[in-house]
């Protein structure tokens, strides 16, 4: 099979060098692909590990720091339900002292019996 284009030397020789780059085109991407399988995925691969590693770190770090603010935080609160039932303790007896004073059916005398002299009759 002769054809008119091996028979031009200028279009044999740009045909060569077509086929030369490309067959040199085939091996960049062979190593490119070789090379970015081997060394490219795997370091950025432990790029993202490292990043993930130093984000769950930094939230275990402030977890942390917000169990410590928690911690301190029940103490105030057990300040408040103290100084909170002493209040409620003396508005009780506050109450229990006015009714003693003013009711006096409310008085009992040593024997745990209505005192009979503080009863008005009407």
Known sequence: MNSPLLNDRRAAGL?????????????????????????????????????????????????????????????????????GAILAGAVAYGIYALCHRYCPACRIDDSGEPDPEDSSDG
């Open 15 to 83: 045909l060569n060098r077509v086929l030369h780059d490309v067959s040199h085109l085939r091996d960049d991407i062979g190593n490119l692909l070789t090379h970015t399988t081997r060394e490219t995925l795997p370091n950025s691969a432990r790029d993202l590990a490292g990043q993930a590693r130093n984000q769950l770190f930094a939230g275990g770090a402030y977890a942390a720091s917000r169990l410590r603010n928690l911690r301190v935080q029940p103490a105030r609160q057990s300040a408040g339900w103290l100084g």
